[in-house]
């Protein structure tokens, strides 16, 4: 079984700063995969970014990047130099790569606001 | 834009009733995953095909269904809803064929039971 803990319900993030949003997992599978998504109020499920658990380096995209420590079981996502239009949900999630099916077990979520 | 798309938008139906929802995935991916999220909570996996064919399934009752047609678009059938299926559906395609393989979302179905 895999399990995401996300202990940040909500955070406060002035515009421009950075901001880092706490995870972390539990998992008996060898091989994973870790993912954030972003869910404005509208409801969509924007993905964002993706560590895989054999990868070296931590993944970066744009502004985002993920501070992947295996051994603490940790993979927080960073937004660097926040905008407005980043308050949203942010959800953790991970998934199985080897035994097939590639069912998402998700967090629940921290939510992001970003202050003038 | 992610190229999923999901129909319809909002939907309102009484206990009892039956509900259908579709999903469209983006082109070349072959899987679509369907997840229940309840408000205020993260999404919780129902079950997902590959190549029309169920391939995992979360722990939801056997009165939730579905279907991949071979275009890889898919049906989330609902039968003798209840109260608590009042949530936010959200269908996920992918390429189970390729490394990462990341779901990407579309907009969702907003179901509302009375």
């Known amino acids: 079984a895999q399990k995401i803990t996300q202990t940040q319900p909500g955070m406060f993030v002035q515009e421009k700063e950075a901001v880092t949003l706490d995870c972390t997992y539990d998992?008996?599978?060898?091989?994973?995969?870790l993912f954030w998504y972003k869910q404005p109020s509208s409801g969509e499920m924007i993905f964002l970014i993706y560590?895989?658990?054999?990868?070296?380096q931590n993944a970066t995209e744009g502004r985002y990047s993920l501070n992947f420590q295996k051994a603490r079981k940790s993979a927080n996502l960073v937004i660097s130099a926040s905008q407005l239009g980043d308050s949203a949900m942010y959800f953790c999630?991970?998934?199985?790569?080897?035994?097939?099916?590639?069912?998402?077990?998700f967090g629940t979520g921290t939510q992001l606001k970003v202050e003038l | 834009e992610t190229g999923v798309t999901q129909s319809p938008t909002h939907l309102i139906k009484t206990r009892g009733q039956q509900v259908t929802l579709r999903c469209s995935s983006q082109?070349?991916?072959?899987?679509v995953s369907w997840y229940q999220q309840a408000l205020g909570q993260g999404p919780q996996f129902i079950f997902q095909?590959?190549?029309?064919?169920?391939?995992g399934r979360g722990n939801f009752p056997p009165r939730f269904s579905g279907l991949q047609f071979p275009n890889y678009s898919s049906e989330l059938n609902v039968n003798a809803l209840e109260l608590d299926d009042s949530a936010l559906y959200l269908c996920?395609?992918?390429?189970?064929?390729?490394?990462?393989?990341?779901?990407?979302f579309g907009p969702g179905t907003r179901l509302t039971v009375l």
């Open positions: 996920a395609s992918s390429d189970r064929e390729k490394a990462g393989d990341t779901q990407y």
């Open positions: 998992t008996s599978d060898p091989s994973y995969g």
């Open positions: 095909y590959y190549r029309e064919e169920e391939n």
């Open positions: 560590q895989g658990s054999y990868d070296q």
């Open positions: 999630a991970m998934r199985p790569i080897t035994g097939g099916g590639n069912k998402l077990t």
């Open positions: 082109s070349g991916h072959n899987t």
